[in-house]
């Protein structure tokens, strides 16, 4: 497991294991996020598979699948809001950590300079700098 903070309410991870809820849980996390799909992976790591560990852990968890061609407005609207109803830290995973901190990034558009933005999913490893542009012009469009 290698959880990655973006900030202190916001971390991503490539894909966990059931086993490892546990120790989710012991790292302060309260909510999971699923961002792969069930296609990417072994019925082991289906969501449904990961529900069952997550919740026996006593960690809130939600699905919410993104491919590129998915990641929409209203799926980064989606992803922001499970993270503002989380009573405490998130723990958001799918493949790498790549398109969790791509959500994060763009629903924080308008919200933080771009710079700082790249800059915190820098830190936790993700280069993300080809995405200025649209951040850029998602703030304008929130102007």
């Not at 449904?48 to 209203?74: C, K, Y």
């Amino acid at each position: 497991m290698d959880i990655r903070p973006i900030t202190d309410r916001y971390a991503v991870s490539p894909q966990i294991d059931p086993e490892d809820a546990d120790a989710i849980k012991a790292a302060g996390i309260t909510t999971v996020i699923c961002n792969r799909p069930d296609m990417e992976v072994p019925p082991s790591h289906h969501s449904d598979a990961m529900r069952v560990a997550i919740e026996a852990a006593g960690l809130r968890f939600e699905v919410l699948p993104i491919t590129h061609p998915t990641m929409t407005p209203d799926r980064v609207a989606a992803q922001a809001a499970i993270v503002a109803a989380s009573d405490g830290p998130v723990l958001a995973y799918c493949a790498s950590g790549t398109r969790c901190s791509i959500l994060w990034a763009l629903s924080q558009a308008g919200q933080q300079d771009p710079d700082a933005i790249l800059g915190a999913v820098a830190r936790a490893g993700y280069d993300l700098w080809a995405l200025r542009p649209t951040l850029e012009a998602a703030a304008a469009a929130q102007r």
